[in-house]
């Protein structure tokens, strides 16, 4: 299994840039899909964006496209997302999950088996 956790989260304003990462330890972190999901209070988890095994495939939400960035690095076992013009929307305790099927890109929680702590990003207006 893989052991994942989040930081980089924080408080910044509208329009402001920040950068989550990931760091994966356990079972190599090439076999797996990597994907961000994110959940604000009251609101069911949703799908951010997913990153094949290799790099070469990736999805987002409708909703952060153009705006936010997956990247993974194998060489650091980390995951990244970049994200920009950052909106009070945006507010949410951000995921990140693995998948042993490393090309699926599923939008659904349940398809991935293993998850971080969360990390909290808040957007002021």
């Known amino acids: 299994q893989v052991q994942l956790v989040e930081s980089g989260g924080g408080l910044v304003q509208a329009g402001d840039s920040l950068r989550l990462s990931c760091a994966a330890s356990?079972?190599?972190?090439?076999?797996?899909?990597m994907a961000w999901f994110r959940q604000a209070p009251g609101k069911e988890r949703e799908f951010v964006a997913a990153?094949?095994?290799?790099?070469?495939?990736?999805r987002y939400a409708d909703s952060v496209k153009g705006r936010f960035t997956i990247s993974r690095d194998s060489t650091k076992n980390t995951v990244l997302l970049q994200m920009s013009s950052l909106k009070p929307e945006d507010t949410a305790v951000y995921y990140c999950?693995?998948?042993?099927?490393?090309?699926?890109?599923?939008?659904?929680?349940?398809?991935?088996?293993?998850w971080g702590q969360g990390t909290q990003v808040t957007v002021s207006s």
């Open positions: 999950a693995a998948d042993q099927q490393p090309y699926r890109l599923r939008p659904q929680p349940g398809e991935y088996e293993y």
């Open positions: 356990g079972r190599p972190f090439s076999a797996y899909g």
């Open positions: 990153i094949s095994r290799l790099s070469d495939s990736t």
